[in-house]
């Protein structure tokens, strides 16, 4: 394992003998697979989901999007490429045609021969296909996982019929009995029908339940494979050993007295606000200096930033002009913020403010299964209280969505793509002539990161 330090590399007896240290710099590991059960990664694993989550130290981000990034990661280290496990499978397979062939002499008194060497071709390609299926149908895989788990499915179907269909007419034509005779001793005779009935079946089922699951595998909602806790833990013995880290947000402060504006500045205000559905949303726009690049408050419906916070929403209510864009997670709460921004006496239901929905919607996101799409009964329950209003503008499929408790949450995303999609809306917004009509289409990388790809684009489907 090397030091995350120097790069000198210590193994097991190495790191033992210095008590868990780096035997040249004695820099402390933070983490050992060999001697920890609750971390199965290494110290330029966990630096390297470090760095990619603050793009290479250039943007701050929030706890749980590192957890997002994180399971991701170590998701993708359990994944078998498609050639070794072809490799292996072959390899398994091979093995068992000629290992148990050797064994049928000392047990065909429980049973025939040819009984045995089926039954074990059965229950090697059984266990494969069990594995697979649970796999392609697992909430915590990834959807890549699942769908890579599928096609093996169907790969695998095809090797057991070509290689049961083989074996059998090499049986039936007699070009296999010497050499069963030879290995197995005893067997004079192997049922050359038995063997092609069972490889079909099996080898049909296979490919059916592989191409079923390839086209359900964008059904089955995520989950996380580690927890909230287990993160927050892992995050402070790096920084125990390590240092603190530079871009990770701290959780937002509790609600303070607000700070009252110099009449001076009463007079200016800010032509563009954004609003967003929690403060931790809010915090990431503004630790990553969004409303100075975009010249634009940066407010929570929840009340950050707290120190400032009523002072700023008076200053954008006396702007006749003003631009209030929303930007939330796809949920209940969410799809109904533009609708509370409009209508509430709190907000700006008394100015002629422009409001304009950036997402997250259900209709942006119930299309790409590559989102951390989760699901929950209390977003269920939560859906059910909606208000006419915003019922009118999902459309059918979206409240549908809803209804089932599914979700999915900005902090899915890495910051990156997070300021770029909000950056992007904006843009559209004065490209669009006004019209209050966005949806985000995205298509997800190979390492299934949940990001958006591409950019806004003009849509016949309103969010508010």
């Given at each position: 394992?090397?030091?995350?330090?120097?790069?000198?590399?210590?193994?097991?007896?190495?790191?033992?003998?210095?008590?868990?240290?780096?035997?040249?710099?004695?820099?402390?590991?933070?983490?050992?697979?060999?001697?920890?059960?609750?971390?199965?990664f290494t110290d330029p694993f966990f630096a390297k989901a470090i760095a990619q989550s603050s793009a290479e130290a250039?943007?701050?981000?929030?706890?749980?999007?590192?957890?997002?990034?994180?399971?991701?990661?170590?998701?993708?280290?359990?994944?078998?490429?498609?050639?070794?496990?072809?490799?292996?499978?072959?390899?398994?397979?091979?093995?068992?045609?000629?290992?148990?062939?050797?064994?049928?002499?000392?047990?065909?008194?429980?049973?025939?021969?040819?009984?045995?060497?089926?039954?074990?071709?059965?229950?090697?390609?059984?266990?494969?296909?069990?594995?697979?299926?649970?796999?392609?149908?697992?909430?915590?895989?990834?959807?890549?996982?699942?769908?890579?788990?599928?096609?093996?499915?169907?790969?695998?179907?095809?090797?057991?019929?070509?290689?049961?269909?083989?074996?059998?007419?090499?049986?039936?034509?007699?070009?296999?009995?010497?050499?069963?005779?030879?290995?197995?001793?005893?067997?004079?005779?192997?049922?050359?029908?038995?063997?092609?009935?069972?490889?079909?079946?099996?080898?049909?089922?296979?490919?059916?339940?592989?191409?079923?699951?390839?086209?359900?595998?964008?059904?089955?909602?995520?989950?996380?494979?580690?927890?909230?806790?287990?993160?927050?833990?892992?995050?402070?013995?790096?920084?125990?050993?390590?240092?603190?880290?530079?871009?990770?947000?701290?959780?937002?402060?509790?609600?303070?007295?607000?700070?009252?504006?110099?009449?001076?500045?009463?007079?200016?205000?800010?032509?563009?606000?954004?609003?967003?559905?929690?403060?931790?949303?809010?915090?990431?726009?503004?630790?990553?200096?969004?409303?100075?690049?975009?010249?634009?408050?940066?407010?929570?419906?929840?009340?950050?930033?707290?120190?400032?916070?009523?002072?700023?929403?008076?200053?954008?209510?006396?702007?006749?002009?003003?631009?209030?864009?929303?930007?939330?997670?796809?949920?209940?709460?969410?799809?109904?913020?533009?609708?509370?921004?409009?209508?509430?006496?709190?907000?700006?239901?008394?100015?002629?403010?422009?409001?304009?929905?950036?997402?997250?919607?259900?209709?942006?996101?119930?299309?790409?299964?590559?989102?951390?799409?989760?699901?929950?009964?209390?977003?269920?329950?939560?859906?059910?209280?909606?208000?006419?209003?915003?019922?009118?503008?999902?459309?059918?499929?979206?409240?549908?969505?809803?209804?089932?408790?599914?979700?999915?949450?900005?902090?899915?995303?890495?910051?990156?793509?997070?300021?770029?999609?909000?950056?992007?809306?904006?843009?559209?917004?004065?490209?669009?002539?006004?019209?209050?009509?966005?949806?985000?289409?995205?298509?997800?990388s190979d390492a299934d990161d949940g990001d958006w790809r591409g950019m806004y684009r003009a849509s016949d489907e309103?969010?508010?």
């Amino acid at each position: 394992m090397k030091c995350i330090r120097c790069g000198t590399d210590s193994n097991y007896n190495d790191r033992l003998q210095h008590s868990g240290q780096c035997k040249k710099c004695k820099h402390p590991f933070a983490f050992d697979p060999k001697a920890m059960t609750d971390a199965n990664f290494t110290d330029p694993f966990f630096a390297k989901a470090i760095a990619q989550s603050s793009a290479e130290a250039t943007l701050f981000f929030t706890p749980k999007q590192f957890l997002y990034l994180f399971d991701r990661r170590l998701k993708s280290k359990s994944i078998l490429p498609m050639s070794r496990w072809l490799f292996r499978y072959l390899s398994i397979q091979i093995a068992g045609l000629i290992t148990v062939p050797a064994f049928i002499t000392g047990m065909s008194f429980l049973m025939p021969g040819e009984v045995l060497i089926i039954s074990a071709i059965v229950l090697i390609n059984i266990g494969f296909i069990l594995q697979l299926f649970s796999i392609s149908r697992s909430s915590e895989a990834t959807y890549h996982m699942r769908r890579l788990s599928a096609r093996k499915l169907q790969i695998a179907g095809g090797w057991i019929l070509i290689l049961g269909i083989g074996l059998s007419v090499g049986l039936f034509n007699g070009i296999l009995q010497p050499v069963l005779q030879v290995v197995g001793g005893n067997i004079q005779y192997l049922n050359s029908f038995g063997l092609f009935a069972t490889a079909t079946i099996l080898g049909i089922l296979s490919g059916y339940l592989g191409t079923q699951q390839l086209n359900r595998s964008g059904e089955t909602p995520h989950s996380f494979s580690i927890s909230h806790r287990q993160v927050r833990n892992w995050l402070n013995r790096w920084i125990q050993f390590n240092g603190p880290i530079e871009k990770l947000l701290p959780s937002p402060r509790e609600r303070q007295a607000s700070t009252p504006i110099s009449a001076e500045m009463a007079h200016y205000s800010f032509d563009r606000a954004i609003v967003c559905d929690s403060a931790v949303m809010a915090q990431f726009l503004i630790a990553n200096n969004f409303h100075f690049e975009h010249n634009c408050a940066v407010l929570s419906v929840t009340g950050y930033p707290q120190t400032i916070f009523d002072s700023v929403l008076q200053m954008l209510r006396g702007n006749p002009a003003l631009q209030v864009y929303v930007l939330h997670d796809a949920s209940p709460r969410g799809v109904g913020l533009a609708e509370r921004l409009r209508t509430s006496s709190q907000w700006f239901a008394d100015s002629t403010a422009t409001i304009y929905d950036l997402g997250l919607s259900p209709g942006q996101v119930l299309h790409n299964p590559r989102f951390f799409r989760q699901q929950s009964k209390k977003v269920a329950q939560e859906a059910q209280q909606l208000t006419p209003t915003v019922r009118q503008q999902l459309t059918v499929e979206a409240l549908a969505w809803l209804n089932a408790g599914y979700f999915v949450e900005l902090e899915s995303f890495t910051p990156r793509r997070l300021l770029r999609i909000a950056t992007q809306g904006i843009g559209w917004s004065r490209m669009s002539g006004g019209e209050n009509r966005f949806t985000a289409w995205a298509t997800a990388s190979d390492a299934d990161d949940g990001d958006w790809r591409g950019m806004y684009r003009a849509s016949d489907e309103s969010f508010g």
